[in-house]
T-cell receptor, first 115, second 110 residues
Framework: DTGVSQNPRHKITKRGQNVTFRCDPI?????LYWYRQTLGQGPEFLTY????????KSRLLSDRFSAERPKGSFSTLEIQRTEQGDSAMYLC?????????????FGQGTRLTVV | SQQGEEDPQALSIQEGENATMNCSYK?????LQWYRQNSGRGLVHLIL?????REKHSGRLRVTLDTSKKSSSLLITASRAADTASYFC??????????FGAGTQVVVTP
């Protein structure tokens, strides 16, 4: 399977714990995005990487959130001191370097539940 | 914040009928895209229409774009039970960043 892969698929954690999610994009895609989706809503942009450079972060990405893409391949999203409001589906997407008019390929998401 | 607003929020139709959903957005765009999401899963790209295009077809899908009204519509013809899903419009920014609406939940009954 050469699609976008996200791990884990589900994560249940206690409030206050740290969690880390991983995203493996399609190999030839240099653009990588993280989105967050809550129930009944569309995905909301969190951050964007072009190769290893993090070029934009949403205001939604508080200080407790950090994302990395150290070698321009896979990416990790860490949430420190989780809160119940962090419960959501975290989606990763990648796209090829072909300008603005290109589709995004999404992974299956990581569903986070903070109890 | 959500860029697009879909209408209706929910749609229930029978197999064979057509389904139409609309999307309005607020700012200028490079393109507008439609995605489908089956329950609890990732999004699947359906179609992309550029800002200088007015209509586009893909199989049973037809998308229109009216940049003067900042609106788009998605028509699914001859719907099937497998079309049951949530449908999202998203506006495409300068480097592929997407801003999504809240979606239309479509249920197709046999």
């Amino acid at each position: 399977d050469t699609g976008v892969s996200q791990n884990p698929r589900h994560k249940i954690t206690k409030r206050g714990q740290n969690v880390t999610f991983r995203c493996d994009p399609i190999s030839e895609h240099n653009r990588l995005y993280w989105y967050r989706q809550t129930l009944g809503q569309g995905p909301e942009f969190l951050t964007y990487f072009q190769n290893e450079a993090q070029l934009e972060k949403s205001r939604l990405l508080s200080d407790r959130f950090s994302a990395e893409r150290p070698k321009g391949s896979f990416s990790t999203l860490e949430i420190q001191r989780t809160e119940q409001g962090d419960s959501a589906m975290y989606l990763c997407a990648s796209s090829p370097p072909h300008g603005a008019n290109t589709e995004a390929f999404f992974g299956q998401g990581t569903r986070l539940t903070v109890v | 914040s959500q860029q697009g607003e879909e209408d209706p929020q929910a749609l229930s139709i029978q197999e064979g009928e057509n389904a139409t959903m609309n999307c309005s957005y607020k700012t200028s765009i490079n393109n507008l895209q439609w995605y489908r999401q089956n329950s609890g899963r990732g999004l699947v790209h359906l179609i992309l229409i550029r800002s200088n295009e007015r209509e586009k077809h893909s199989g049973r899908l037809r998308v229109t774009l009216d940049t003067s009204k900042k609106s788009s519509s998605l028509l699914i013809t001859a719907s099937r039970a497998a079309d049951t899903a949530s449908y999202f419009c998203a506006t495409g920014g300068s480097w592929g960043k997407l801003q999504f609406g809240a979606g239309t939940q479509v249920v197709v009954t046999p």
